[in-house]
């Protein structure tokens, strides 16, 4: 009897034998990712490449008189760049698109900045930025092929949303960021330094994942 569990036991420690061989190779490669992710934020953290890249993202346009501008999200500086647009004559109307619990208090900022109650349409139903053309295509009065539109949201959004609002049948788009901060509008091909490109860099690497995961999707 104690030989059969002799010959057992070696068995099992024969069996063991691939297992531990796949989980060190595992290991191997999960090491080896983590030094090439390492590698790629130093590199865009300490070189220009960090730049381009979050220059490759931004998709700014020169202003154009619109029908309407279009807040995507509930930054409170997207409301009130959308609100300085408005008062300089940019265009008669504001759309806030937003998650309804944001869409109210981006509204309240906008009317606080000066857009009257009347000049803002509220879309409080697109979860992402790939359904806010579609939810704010559904708004009375809104024609997505023939009226014009300021999209308004942050700098490393600005490509990933102009290409969902063209996928979306939208003829006549202008991106915008807020640009209120840094007096003026925001024009590419600065050049940060390292510490300003750590602080984005999760920003343009989400980015990035987001383009990748709406590609495979067919949002773009």
Not at 56 to 84: C, F, M
Not at 161 to 189: D, E, L
Request: glycine letters at 10%; aromatic letters at 8%; hydrophobic letters at 40%.
């Amino acid at each position: 009897m104690q030989s059969t569990g002799t010959v057992k036991t070696s068995a099992d420690k024969s069996g063991d034998r691939p297992r531990r061989s796949l989980l060190r190779r595992l290991a191997s490669v999960l090491q080896w990712t983590v030094n090439l992710i390492a590698l790629l934020c130093l590199v865009l953290v300490f070189t220009p490449a960090g730049d381009r890249l979050g220059d490759a993202l931004i998709s700014v346009d020169p202003l154009t008189k619109a029908d309407y501008i279009v807040v995507l999200g509930g930054h409170r500086e997207r409301g009130i760049e959308a609100a300085n647009l408005y008062r300089e004559g940019w265009a008669p109307k504001v759309i806030a698109s937003s998650l309804k619990q944001d869409v109210s208090e981006l509204a309240d900022i906008m009317e606080a900045y000066g857009v009257p109650s009347d000049d803002i349409l509220i879309d409080g139903v697109g979860t992402r930025t790939a359904t806010h053309p579609e939810t704010v295509a559904q708004l009375p009065g809104v024609d997505k092929k023939n009226d014009r539109f300021i999209i308004l949201t942050s700098s490393y959004h600005t490509s990933r949303s102009r290409a969902c609002f063209k996928h979306g049948g939208y003829q006549h788009i202008c991106m915008q960021i807020p640009g209120w901060r840094v007096g003026g509008r925001y024009t590419t091909g600065r050049q940060a330094g390292w510490g300003q490109r750590a602080e984005t860099l999760t920003t343009k690497l989400y980015e990035v994942l987001a383009w990748a995961m709406y590609r495979a999707r067919g949002w773009l």
